[in-house]
């Protein structure tokens, strides 16, 4: 018998909050299979989520690898001092968020550009094929997309020095000048990633009423005009929620792009959180230390996180929560 | 087609313009990549081959496919790709299908205690000492295990379930004696195909890919993944050993690597290349299934 969740609708709030504990007895008893089928994800995500999370409580303590996390003596915010005091803090700062903002400035706005455009084409051959060309840089792993732009950026026989050279510029040595890490990160970034965050975009625009473009157009609108007051307007919703998730990650700068495209000599400018976190704590083993500053980053990204979220909840009622 | 004003009309060129030119720019450095690795060194690094090969040579691939660490590399990556995306793809229909059925008490609880991972984690070196705490440190597991299901693709499954699995089917299925697990084993598996093959698809990629996990968890050189020794090879111009240092001049050794590296470059990307036009038309269908809720 299949009753108990169509007949659950049916009571009254009181009588409902009375039987919740008996409806997860009820649901216990019937669909225990389906409690075992979840069980090992959730002790997935209890010993690969939860734990480490508890085991931030390093960044407070001596770690000492014999006595474990639980039993290193507490040292307070000796870390974090030591972290804000030490000759690295600005440049990290300087350099996690100026790639950050660089890549929501350039990042942010090419899709939804991308999207737009796309969505105006009339020949279905042409559409399907600006899609597939576009998507296809995303599968391209990062290795080897910084591979491609150390071979096209080389100074010596790279394709594009070869074009300065051909309009009479000196070749300029991309990947070791510190001045041009953070465009060379920002726009390989748009050129792998621009058509496969644009899907969302064409997605939110294949919703919006077509009675809405047919209306605009008896009134005499011209295209130009609709994109701006239909279409634009129609994916807004999407664009704040992207853009609260992405402001959400802002101190977050990808650890595995960041640490290919490090050389000794960029390193000024490329140095951030996660790099640093990764080069002392994995390969200088203080755990403690660098457990530190990386909660000192995720907790900034929380913070910005809900505060954008309020904004956004102010000005337009659209929000994550 | 209604007429349209000659206003439209440039509005119409300009798009496709535009976009010809986005076109030009993304297909560009994939096709010079194709034809470099196929051409005379010598060709392209003076830049006379400037988009299709204007001579052969298949030096890179002969060389890549003599070395015994590429060779390994890829063995090793084909073996966690293959693991890996299986106990992903069954990881995510084991949470997904639960917390699509609305009478399973407490889905509320569990989706938040997933999704509350997306904001906030524990971080680099707590999660890294949860690993060597299992004892699984330089072990293929420790590639696999950590990254065992994503929240984002269980949301997206969880909807797909939600949305395009009727529930009469299901409740038919179980008034005719069906138990849950068979449910979803005869009734809703079958019908989730394009799903799955989405899921399969991005697993895959993400194990294709994959380098990070491999650089803190593995020491072992004859457990590296593909991506760890294209990093020495694209990136750190470790190439002695592979050009055969020694018999080459100066100018042979920098042609004999920049044909290897164009052909691994392709090598490397070869069966997402293949894998690509078949999951297609399923990955975007799969992207907006998770854009509606997400």
């Known amino acids: 018998m299949d009753t108990t969740s169509s007949s659950s609708y049916q009571l009254n709030s009181v009588q409902a909050k009375k039987r919740t504990g008996s409806r997860l007895l009820t649901s216990l008893r019937r669909n225990w299979d389906l409690y075992v089928l979840i069980s090992p994800v959730i002790v997935y995500f209890i010993i690969f989520h939860y734990f480490p999370i508890y085991g931030v409580q390093i960044a407070f303590k001596n770690y000492i690898a014999t006595q474990g996390i639980w039993n290193s003596p507490w040292v307070g915010f000796k870390h974090f001092q030591r972290f804000f005091d030490s000759y690295y803090f600005w440049r990290l700062i300087r350099n996690t968020l100026g790639i950050s903002l660089y890549e929501l400035a350039v990042g942010f706005p090419v899709p939804i550009l991308l999207a737009l455009l796309i969505n105006e084409v009339r020949q279905k051959f042409f559409r399907r094929f600006v899609q597939t060309v576009t998507y296809a840089p995303h599968f391209l792993s990062t290795v080897v997309l910084v591979g491609m732009v150390v071979m096209f950026l080389h100074p010596n026989n790279g394709i594009l020095n070869e074009l300065i050279k051909l309009f009479g510029g000196q070749p300029i040595s991309f990947m070791t000048e510190p001045g041009w890490f953070k465009s060379v990160y920002v726009f390989s970034g748009v050129w792998q990633q621009m058509g496969w965050s644009s899907i969302i975009y064409l997605s939110a625009l294949a919703g919006i009423d077509p009675h809405l473009h047919e209306a605009a157009r008896i009134d005499g609108a011209s295209r130009l005009k609709r994109i701006w007051h239909i279409n634009l307007p129609g994916i807004m919703p999407t664009i704040v929620i992207l853009l609260i998730l992405n402001v959400g990650s802002i101190m977050g700068v990808g650890f595995e792009k960041v640490y290919l495209m490090q050389n000794s000599l960029n390193k000024e400018s490329s140095e951030v959180i996660s790099t640093y976190v990764y080069q002392t704590g994995l390969l200088g083993a203080q755990y403690s230390f660098s457990a530190a500053v990386g909660l000192f980053n995720s907790v900034i990204n929380f913070i910005l996180l809900v505060l954008v979220n309020r904004a956004a909840k102010m000005m337009k009622q659209t929000s994550l929560w | ?294």
């Open chain 2, 1 to 294: 087609m209604e007429k349209q004003s000659t206003g439209d009309k440039v509005f119409e060129v300009v798009v496709n313009a535009l976009l010809a030119l986005v076109c030009i720019v993304v297909l560009y450095p994939l096709i010079y990549i194709v034809s470099a690795s196929i051409s005379n060194a010598e060709d392209v690094l003076s830049g006379e081959m400037w988009l299709l090969p204007i001579s052969f040579s298949f030096v890179g691939y002969s060389k890549i496919f003599h070395n015994p660490e590429i060779l390994t590399g890829y063995m090793n990556t084909i073996v966690y790709t293959v693991v890996g995306t299986a106990i992903n793809v069954a990881m995510t229909v084991m949470a997904a299908y639960p917390l699509a059925r609305r009478d399973f008490a407490g889905r509320n609880v569990i989706t938040a205690l997933f999704v509350f991972t997306l904001f906030f984690s524990g971080g680099l070196i707590p999660s890294y000492l949860v690993v060597k705490q299992l004892g699984i440190l330089n072990t293929m597991w420790a590639l696999i295990i950590p990254g065992a299901v994503s929240v984002w693709n269980i949301i997206i499954m969880r909807t797909f379930f939600q949305s395009s699995i009727p529930e009469e089917i299901q409740e038919s299925a179980s008034i005719d004696g069906c138990s849950n697990l068979q449910t979803l084993w005869r009734i809703v598996l079958p019908l989730s195909m394009p799903i799955i093959a989405v899921m399969i698809l991005f697993y895959c990629v993400g194990h294709w890919n994959a380098y990070f996990n491999a650089l803190i968890y593995l020491t072992d050189r004859d457990k590296y993944p593909l991506q760890l020794f294209l990093r020495e090879i694209l990136l750190q111009g470790e190439m002695d050993t592979m050009v055969g240092a020694g018999d080459a001049t100066h100018a042979k050794t920098v042609m004999d690597t920049a044909s290897i590296r164009y052909a691994l470059v392709v090598v490397a990307n070869l069966p997402v290349l293949l894998l690509y036009p078949f999951l297609q038309k399923y990955f975007v269908k799969g992207v907006m299934v998770g854009a509606i809720k997400g």
